[in-house]
Structure formats: structure tokens, C-alpha cells
């Protein structure tokens, strides 16, 4: 910082070693708001208890699996024409619905599935309009500390949790430049402190987790990343377990389809006697972008459990 601000100062208006000054001092301030969010996260943690495991009772051994796809935490959604409004309200009603429906279950273990895209934006500028689509204070450390809390109190409701993973999402940034943070570090903040409070196991990686889950393999992926745009076999290839069922399962789109080049193919993009490809419904259904590229759809979660070593799958609607 200082050696560029010397050669800054001793070049005068050289453009090359404004660029340049300009670019640092941005990373700089990113940096310090990142630092910031951490710090308020923690201190808001301090006076916080441990989630204990929720156990409930049950003459079932069936083990659920469920994957939730992009909560965009801090959108704000309005007066649109197909596209259903959304807020922090409405997310809040349908996690809620979300742990009434898996209890009613009664799964010996319940293992959840964040498949990324928690925030909406943590600059407030992904987009140069994200902002005219966010909550008053939707961004920063405090999108980050409603993002915990919302999952901290989702997750308090399940019965018999058993474990919790996460993965990144383009949106989970926290600089404005997706170029800049590829890694989605909001979603490594918030995995830390889940890590630090929970007392279930929490598994987290920015690109892709690949783990055996009642018999089934499971790769778990946001779907923005390039290695998505191959092949389902490539992949399996690469992160699947021979032996095993290998269930890919991606969010990322918003809908129940997954969009391509030349063919719009659906939520089982990919299918085998021993693989499958699903994108995931998204609890998120859209804003203006989408609603003017001219794609809609309706909230949802999946509920997955082992069927003769298979994954059986139930695509669950919610209002």
C-alpha cells in the first residue's frame, strides 16, 4: 500500500499507476469489510448457546437426505408480474415448512445440503443494480449475520439433524467482481462459525463435495462452475464412487431446468442405471433479470432417501 502510494505520488497523473492505485485501495476496502463482517459475527456469537442435536424418537431407520438451493438472503422482491414477491418473511415461512415436512418423516437421521447462493450480495454490487433489489441494509456483515441466524434457527427445528454440508455459490462472494473471489468466502465465514456452534458434523468446500450418505453417492455442487459444463459421466469419472448409485445434484438456475447452448433439459438433466444429474428447485424464484429473460418458476426442496440402493426422490412444493 504505501510503495504504491509513494510511486503514486512521485509519478503524479500517470494513468498506469492510477489504475493501479485505484485497484488497491478497492481491494483494500473489501478487505476491511470482509474483516469487519467477521468480527461482528463473532461478537454477535459470544452470548449465543450451542445448537444441541433435536432428537425425537422413531420406529424408522430410514435415513433422509435434503438438498436446499439458493436463498439469495437479502433480496427484495416487488410488484413483478409472474415473479412471486420475496423477502426475509417469506424465506422464514418456507424453511419453517421445510422442517414441519422433513419431521413429519420421522427419519432416524436427517443430513442437510446447502448448495450455495445463501446471500444475495455481500458488496451490494455484484450487479451495478443489485442494490435496487436488496433489503434496507442487505449487504456487508449484517447480511452475513442474518444469513447465520436463519440457518441457525432452521437448523435448530430438525429433528435427528445428523450432519450438515455447504458449498459456495457465485453469489456468496465478497468482493463485487466474481473474478476477484472465486471461492465464495461468505459461505467459508458462516461454515466456520456453524463449525465452532453446532455440536452435528458440518462439511464445507467452496467448489464440490462428493460423500457416500446411506449407500448413495452423493456430489454436491453449486453449478456455476465450469467442470458442470462436461459431461455427468466426466464428472462422475472424477469425484463419484465406483460400487455406489451417484446422485449429482447442482441448484444455481432458479428453476427446475438447467439451461444449455441448444436444449433446455430438465430437472433430470443426465440419467443412468447407476448415475443421475437433478437440478435442484431453488427456494429463491427470481427477480427482475430473470422475469425480462423471460423464465419463471415455483419454490421448492428436494426430499432424497436410499430405495433398493437408489435414490428415491420427492420434489416438495412450497407456498
Same mark, same amino acid.
Given at each position: ?15 498506469? /499507476?492510477?489504475?493501479? $492505485?485505484?485497484?488497491?485501495?478497492? +481491494? ?65 415461512? *418456507? ?31 455484484? %450487479? ?6 436488496? *433489503? ?37 462472494? /465478497? ?16 461454515? %466456520? ?22 449407500? /448413495? ?16 459421466? +466426466? ?9 455406489? $448409485? ?18 433446455? *433439459? ?21 427477480? $427482475? ?31
Amino acid at each position: 500500500w504505501k510503495a504504491v502510494k509513494q510511486t503514486a505520488n512521485k509519478w503524479g497523473n500517470n494513468y498506469q /499507476i492510477k489504475v493501479i $492505485f485505484e485497484s488497491v485501495e478497492k +481491494h483494500a476496502q473489501e478487505k476491511e469489510l470482509y474483516e469487519n463482517a467477521y468480527e461482528k459475527l463473532q461478537e454477535h456469537l459470544l452470548e449465543r448457546k450451542n445448537i444441541r442435536k433435536r432428537k425425537k424418537r422413531t420406529n424408522r431407520k430410514k435415513i433422509g437426505v435434503i438438498p436446499l438451493a439458493d436463498f439469495h438472503i437479502g433480496a427484495y422482491i416487488r410488484n413483478l408480474i409472474r415473479t412471486p414477491d420475496y423477502d426475509l418473511d417469506i424465506l422464514t415461512d *418456507m424453511l419453517e415448512e421445510v422442517a414441519n415436512t422433513v419431521n413429519e418423516l420421522s427419519y432416524s437421521e436427517v443430513h442437510i445440503i446447502f448448495l450455495g447462493d445463501i446471500i444475495e450480495s455481500f458488496t451490494g454490487i455484484n %450487479h451495478p443494480s443489485t442494490w435496487k433489489e436488496l *433489503m434496507r441494509g442487505g449487504y456487508g456483515s449484517n447480511v452475513v449475520i442474518t444469513a447465520y441466524e436463519i440457518l441457525e434457527n432452521f437448523l435448530n427445528k430438525i429433528d435427528n439433524l445428523n450432519k450438515i454440508y455447504l458449498v459456495s455459490g457465485n453469489h456468496d462472494r /465478497i468482493t463485487s467482481s466474481k473474478k476477484e473471489d472465486t471461492k465464495g468466502e461468505v459461505i467459508e465465514l458462516i461454515s %466456520h462459525f456453524l463449525k465452532k456452534h453446532l455440536t452435528v458434523d458440518v462439511v464445507y468446500h467452496p467448489i464440490l463435495i462428493s460423500e457416500i450418505i446411506d449407500g /448413495i453417492c452423493y456430489i454436491f455442487t453449486h453449478g456455476h462452475h465450469n467442470f458442470t459444463k462436461k459431461s455427468l459421466e +466426466h464428472i462422475i469419472w472424477k469425484y463419484g464412487k465406483q460400487g455406489h $448409485f451417484n446422485l449429482v445434484l447442482q441448484g444455481h438456475w432458479h428453476t427446475r431446468q438447467k439451461k444449455e447452448p441448444v436444449v433446455n *433439459m430438465q430437472t433430470i438433466y443426465s440419467d443412468s442405471g447407476d448415475y443421475r444429474g437433478i437440478t435442484c428447485p431453488s427456494l429463491f424464484t427470481g427477480n $427482475f433479470y430473470s422475469e425480462t429473460a423471460g423464465f419463471t418458476s415455483s419454490a421448492g426442496f428436494l426430499i432424497v432417501q436410499n430405495k433398493h440402493n437408489k435414490p428415491a426422490i420427492f420434489d416438495i412444493p412450497l407456498d
